[in-house]
């Protein structure tokens, strides 16, 4: 399972980004795809996921309802991640993840194997 992030980069409060994270070696029919987040000195943080099949979303306690949509494209085995009004404490590495089955990361279970991608740097300047 392979997973590239993209989409990054440095806007002003109040802007836009669209995360991409391409997935290979599975299909979205069979994983689910997460957005997780690490600002400095803080813990790694669910923000989004979408689950394998049908691609019921959910989104962390710590986003605003309306602000971060999640969206996939299975015919690109690509998930997105569109993020609106963007806010200095939404700063952070942003990482997509794969795993069978998002309930585990919702519950906090250790059962099912996460996959990584690399990070993209998302920074908000106020």
């Known amino acids: 399972v392979q997973l590239q992030a993209s989409g990054g980069g440095s806007v002003q409060t109040g802007g836009s980004l669209r995360l991409s994270c391409r997935v290979s070696g599975v299909t979205l029919d069979d994983y689910a795809i997460g957005w997780w987040r690490r600002a400095p000195g803080t813990e790694r943080e669910l923000v989004s996921c979408i689950n394998a099949g049908d691609g019921e979303t959910y989104y962390g306690g710590s986003v605003e309802p309306g602000r971060l949509t999640i969206s996939r494209d299975n015919a690109k085995n690509t998930v997105y991640l569109q993020m609106n009004s963007l806010k200095p404490e939404d700063t952070a590495i942003y990482y997509c993840?794969?795993?069978?089955?998002?309930?585990?990361?919702?519950?906090?279970?250790?059962?099912?194997?996460?996959?990584w991608g690399q990070g993209t740097q998302v920074t908000v300047s106020s």
């Open positions: 993840a794969a795993t069978a089955n998002a309930k585990s990361w919702l519950y906090g279970s250790t059962s099912l194997r996460t996959y």
